[in-house]
């Protein structure tokens, strides 16, 4: 039985931070996943959440990057950017791996996109049925809808953070997150786009099914 609980992830949406993106690639490096996102290994400090803007002294047009490990998964928090959400920099990131990306916008828009090796699979915005498209299958919004269905009250970005638990088998902690973690600033400059690629077809959801006791697994992409 799964034991993702959205109180798990609470605590990134309670004042930690204004807005952010966070990727989970599988089977990198850190510093892999830092020359990915286009940043020097080296140039990366290890530092604590807190006092983190006085250390590195980021620009009015720069993010905060900060990446760590997670079982099998790296994850890359974006403080206050977007860059990791972007169809130019995710090809990459998702290179002869797979990528989630969450990115949670101070405008309340929330999504959450699915690449495997340079291509996405799936997007969404958590709770909003035509927002969805899908390459094939579509495991995130399915797993997404099954939580919410079976927690009623809770919201549809923490669902899909849940879903999200699901797949990598783990989620972020208060006590991770403070630190310290490989840390750098990220300008928000968007890497040349990738080439042209058919833009992923809406796809019209069927009802989630009942919550029983297993969610359903995702299976890993073949590559």
């Given at each position: ?7 798990a992830?609470?605590?990134m949406?309670h ?8 990727t ?8 892999e ?7 020097d290994?080296?140039?990366a ?7 983190i803007?006085?250390?590195l ?9 900060r ?5 099998e ?5 974006e ?10 920099m995710l090809?990459?990131?998702?290179r002869?791996?797979?990528t ?20 996405p ?19 995130f919004w399915d797993?997404?809808?099954?939580y919410?269905?079976?927690q009623?009250?809770?919201r ?5 953070m849940q879903?999200v638990?699901?797949?990598v088998?783990?989620h972020l902690t ?11 600033v ?9 080439s042209?690629m058919p833009a992923l077809?809406?796809?019209?959801p ?9 969610l359903g697994s ?6």
């Amino acid at each position: 039985m799964n034991d993702a609980e959205p109180s798990a992830w609470e605590w990134m949406f309670h004042g930690r931070y204004l807005g952010f993106t966070i990727t989970f690639t599988h089977a990198v490096t850190p510093e892999e996943c830092l020359r990915r996102y286009g940043v020097d290994p080296a140039a990366a400090r290890h530092l604590p959440f807190v006092g983190i803007d006085a250390a590195l002294q980021p620009g009015p047009d720069d993010a905060i990057l900060r990446v760590g490990t997670l079982r099998e998964w790296v994850f890359a928090i974006e403080i206050l950017g977007g860059m990791g959400n972007a169809p130019s920099m995710l090809a990459e990131i998702s290179r002869d791996t797979e990528t989630i990306a969450i990115h949670v916008g101070a405008s309340a828009l929330h999504t959450v996109t699915y690449w495997v090796n340079g291509q996405p699979l799936e997007k969404f915005e958590p709770g909003e049925a035509p927002t969805l498209r899908a390459a094939g299958a579509h495991p995130f919004w399915d797993a997404t809808e099954r939580y919410r269905t079976a927690q009623p009250e809770t919201r549809a970005v923490l669902a899909a953070m849940q879903a999200v638990e699901e797949r990598v088998g783990g989620h972020l902690t208060p006590d991770l997150d403070d630190g310290p973690l490989l840390s750098v600033v990220l300008p928000q400059i968007l890497p040349p786009p990738p080439s042209p690629m058919p833009a992923l077809p809406r796809v019209n959801p069927s009802p989630p099914e009942r919550l029983g006791r297993h969610l359903g697994s995702f299976r890993p992409p073949e590559r």
